[in-house]
């Protein structure tokens, strides 16, 4: 048994994996893989659209959101966010709480002047009260990271923004957690953590902040251009987005989002319980209100590398792959997405437990 425990590209659920290779070769009696199909072809274009449609049904998009399926990840909407819509006022509030937002308000600083909600820590293990911060009345929008794959700082609220535009990075928690699409004016996630392989971002836009892209941008970020062409302007990625279509189904089937927080409750609650049971043995340097359900970052005895490189060692060797930390904080951290079964994170709680009996004096 192999578990992938990655942020991504990250598991896929075992059960779609079966259905797409059963229809690798011949989709749906058309003799022909999805791979092979023209993206302009009625057979395709069905599997466009239910993919789309499967998105506004699982997350309640209202009627006033366009669901655009993009390319370039969620980096390229570092930029993509930036040049539709900073054009306003000329500046952005951006909520630095880890490295991806960090990675972004540097990204839009080449747009326009992009604005501190409140100084960059030294390390990102917490979110500043609100009270703290410092909002800019005439910004076009206020971004944030919901969940911060590296450094494991997960937001459990929405931001106050006063009726300024909400941007949001979701890449990693998407789908996981029900919220009001409502309060955002603009939503986005790569595919590669909870909804399929990497290759495909998913917007959520509201209609009134389309069209208003600044002159430079190309036309694959413009989200006017990608709205009036149903994402289908340049060729899209007709096999992630099929697949995609297949995770959402599988969303379905399995208690939709509620199941999904549900599933993901449990799963990270048996690992920090543990972490937070080995007398000091294991330690997030999280916040325990903000610590990500999705990525959980933990040292061993303060970093004792010695010891994590024998953790990481000794998992592989029991097939949980991937288990080391982000090159920037060290340490280990698990990932565990939708695909993750609970089956699978016991596994990795027993071996938690076993190396700590082991490994404490």
């Known amino acids: 048994m192999v578990?992938?425990?990655a942020a991504g590209p990250a598991k896929l659920p075992d059960e779609v994996l079966k259905e797409v290779q059963q229809e690798l070769l011949d989709y749906n009696g058309t003799g022909m893989s999805v791979m092979e199909m023209s993206h302009r072809g009625a057979v395709y274009t069905k599997i466009h659209e239910d993919a789309i449609k499967s998105i506004r049904e699982l997350l309640n998009v209202p009627d006033n959101y366009k669901v655009l399926l993009m390319q370039g990840g969620g980096t390229g909407q570092f930029s993509a966010v930036c040049m539709n819509l900073?054009?306003?006022?000329?500046?952005?509030?951006?909520?630095?709480?880890?490295?991806?937002?960090?990675?972004a308000y540097k990204e839009a600083s080449k747009y326009g002047t992009a604005n501190l909600v409140f100084p960059k820590p030294d390390k990102f293990t917490t979110i500043p009260n609100q009270s703290e911060w410092k909002l800019n009345p005439n910004a076009s929008y206020v971004y944030y990271c919901d969940n911060e794959?590296?450094?494991?700082?997960?937001?459990?609220?929405i931001p106050e923004t006063h009726n300024i535009p909400l941007v949001c990075d979701m890449s990693s928690n998407f789908m996981s957690r029900t919220f009001d699409v409502s309060k955002f004016g603009l939503i986005f996630a790569g595919a590669q953590k909870n909804i399929g392989p990497s290759g495909v971002t998913v917007v959520i836009i509201r209609d009134d902040l389309i069209g208003h892209a600044l002159k430079i941008t190309p036309s694959v970020f413009d989200y006017a251009d990608v709205?009036?062409?149903?994402?289908?302007?340049?060729?899209?990625p007709t096999f992630i987005i099929y697949f995609c279509s297949r995770v959402f189904e599988w969303i379905k089937r399995n208690g939709g989002i509620e199941g999904m927080n549900k599933l993901a409750m449990k799963k990270s609650s048996l690992i920090y319980n543990t972490i937070n049971n080995s007398n000091n043995f294991y330690t997030c340097p999280v916040d325990e209100r903000y610590r990500s359900r999705m990525n959980l970052p933990f040292r061993i005895k303060g970093g004792d590398e010695t010891l994590e490189k024998e953790f990481l060692k000794k998992a592989e060797q029991l097939g949980m792959m991937q288990l080391k930390g982000h090159r920037s904080v060290g340490g280990i951290r698990t990932s565990l997405y939708n695909a993750i079964t609970v089956e699978n994170a016991e596994f990795l709680n027993k071996f938690m437990n076993e190396f700590y009996k082991n490994n404490k004096m």
Do not use: H, M, Q
């Open 3 to 5: 578990i992938n425990f």
């Open 86 to 103: 900073i054009g306003r006022t000329g500046s952005a509030d951006y909520i630095v709480t880890g490295s991806w937002s960090l990675k």
């Open 227 to 236: 709205a009036k062409n149903n994402s289908v302007s340049n060729t899209p």
């Open 149 to 157: 794959t590296v450094d494991g700082v997960e937001f459990d609220f």
